[in-house]
């Protein structure tokens, strides 16, 4: 442990100890133990200069879960990065914990991390791909997706931005998958986003996708861009 761990031994030892524990009674005992002391725990994981190892995510997820929220305020930031990583152990348990938060609260959160656009996070382009993976695969509660749309959609204008980045595939298949989902939701700013996408982009497979979803927006959402959109329902692409 580094010396920012034994600032909390109680807490670390009990989170390793229910972490370990074979005995599922015991491990639920350790975690409500953990709970009553919701100062303490949101101490030892600001004292923390880095994400606790990921053996100890499912623990502090449900740990942070039982806390509940305001208390819980703290941990958020964390919560957001178990939950959006799809090989996390925890991931579920932290999904759950976000969604007792609430929308309200926890978009704010999102919001921050798309729009640092890699001034400040390192890694950022994986971050996004992740939070989109989460808003669109990962969450049923469609909410911190429609928060997170206009975001999502000023992102993908801005590929000068982050083309370059290690990510920058990857981030751009999330971003359009993510507003593909929103759909007629949010088509206000959805369909602009996506038409412009495909002015600079030539006849591809991915393309040909973004075609078919605009043109499954139905002639109601479509009407307004008839003059730049050829394209209305039955007629295919």
Not at 171 to 192: Q, W
Request: one cysteine or more; a negative charge.
């Amino acid at each position: 442990m580094s010396e920012e761990e034994h600032t909390q031994p109680g807490i670390w030892e009990r989170v390793e100890q229910a972490t370990f524990a074979d005995d599922p009674v015991a491990r639920t005992r350790l975690i409500r133990e953990l709970a009553l002391q919701p100062k303490e725990v949101m101490m030892a994981l600001q004292q923390l200069s880095y994400y606790p190892p990921k053996q100890h995510w499912r623990v502090i997820s449900q740990v942070v879960g039982a806390i509940g929220y305001p208390q819980n305020v703290a941990a958020i930031p964390l919560i957001i990065a178990i939950a959006t990583d799809p090989n996390a152990p925890g991931q579920e348990e932290a999904t759950a914990t976000l969604c007792e938060i609430g929308p309200e609260i926890v978009v704010p959160y999102l919001i921050e991390i798309l729009w640092d656009r890699g001034q400040k996070r390192q890694g950022w382009d994986e971050e996004v791909y992740e939070v989109c993976w989460w808003l669109e695969r990962g969450v049923k509660e469609r909410a911190y997706l429609l928060g997170c749309g206009p975001v999502l959609a000023f992102l993908l204008s801005q590929r000068q931005v982050w083309k370059d980045m290690d990510e920058a595939d990857a981030l751009e298949r999330a971003l359009i998958a993510a507003l593909v989902a929103i759909a007629a939701e949010g088509a206000d700013y959805v369909l602009p986003a996506l038409l412009a996408w495909l002015e600079q982009e030539g006849p591809t497979a991915l393309s040909k996708q973004i075609q078919v979803a605009i043109t499954s927006l139905g002639s109601e959402v479509l009407r307004p861009y008839t003059r730049i959109w050829p394209y209305t329902p039955g007629q295919g692409t």
